[in-house]
């Protein structure tokens, strides 16, 4: 499952996740939060994924 968030805290209030783990995870401090794993994309991608390239 792929779920595509703006931000940590748009991940937080939309799918439950703690903010602070999520950028733990995204900084290399942490392999997963909650089971899952978390990555950076660019803008362009972000558009892509939402359809509005």
Same mark, same amino acid.
């Given at each position: 499952?792929?779920? !595509?968030?703006?931000? =940590? !805290?748009?991940a937080e209030r939309e799918g %439950?996740?703690? =903010?602070n783990a999520i950028r733990q995870v995204l900084n %290399?401090?942490?392999k997963s939060h909650k089971g899952f794993t978390f990555v950076r994309i660019s803008v362009d991608e972000y558009l892509k994924y939402i359809g509005e390239e």
């Open positions: 499952m792929i779920a !595509v968030y703006k931000n =940590s !805290v748009e %439950g996740f703690q =903010s %290399g401090r942490a």
